[in-house]
């Protein structure tokens, strides 16, 4: 079946670097995407990854693929109070729906 | 183009009545998703359109809820006898049929059911 799954909550310095991580099940998915969400707000995408890339890397933004293990991670450098937010990988398995995981509250704290 | 739209941004309704919203996808894309948020929670799929066509349903979907996009342009859902496990937030999106299949996401109807 299909489940995505990621960690409740982060906390991180200003200026540090934040790295989300996120497990999925489906191995025919063949895009996996982040999504960042502010409050009362709906989903900015904010980068994707191809089933067949290991990285990808996009201004601050660095998705790592650990296809055989299912895992996914999102990185973001020089976190700034600004990337506070929750934030949710999605995976697309055969068909067009995203499925995604709980999300992840980020806090970046001063 | 703006991005996807919805309207109402919010709604409050009491139990039993029915409820539309609707939603305006980016100009050029031809597919549309509805999706349902609850508080706490990830987006969950509910349905989809390609051009007018609705391809896929949730079972989440029950037969309260219908969806329509009449001329392959802006959608709308529609539930009936509302209840109050109703209460969400419903999300549209939408996307080209091309690589990488991105889909963008309009601001969302909170509804509140009491």
């Known amino acids: 079946g299909e489940d995505v799954e990621q960690s409740l909550f982060l906390s991180v310095r200003e200026g540090d670097s934040s790295v989300i991580n996120c497990t999925y099940t489906?191995?025919?998915?063949?895009?996996l995407y982040w999504y960042k969400q502010e409050p009362g707000a709906g989903l900015q995408l904010l980068t994707y990854?191809?089933?067949?890339?290991d990285m990808k890397q996009d201004q601050r933004l660095t998705v790592l693929l650990n296809k055989k293990d299912k895992h996914l991670s999102l990185r973001i450098a020089d976190t700034q109070t600004g990337d506070s937010a929750i934030y949710f990988c999605a995976e697309r398995p055969a068909g067009n729906k995203l499925t995604f995981g709980g999300g992840t509250r980020v806090l970046v704290k001063p | 183009d703006t991005g996807v739209s919805q309207d109402p941004r919010h709604k409050i309704t009491k139990r039993g009545q029915n409820v539309t919203f609707r939603c305006d996808p980016i100009?050029?894309?031809?597919?549309l998703y509805w999706y349902r948020q609850t508080l706490g929670q990830g987006p969950e799929f509910l349905t989809y359109f390609q051009n007018e066509a609705q391809l896929e349903k949730s079972r989440l979907l029950s037969d309260r809820f219908s969806a329509e996009r009449p001329k392959g342009s802006f959608s709308t859902l529609e539930i009936q006898r509302t209840e109050q496990g109703d209460s969400a937030m419903y999300l549209c999106?939408?996307?080209?049929?091309?690589?990488?299949?991105?889909?963008?996401f309009g601001p969302g109807t909170r509804l509140t059911v009491t």
């Open positions: 999106a939408s996307s080209s049929t091309g690589l990488p299949y991105e889909q963008y």
């Open positions: 100009s050029e894309h031809n597919r």
């Open positions: 489906d191995s025919s998915s063949t895009y």
């Open positions: 990854i191809f089933s067949n890339m």
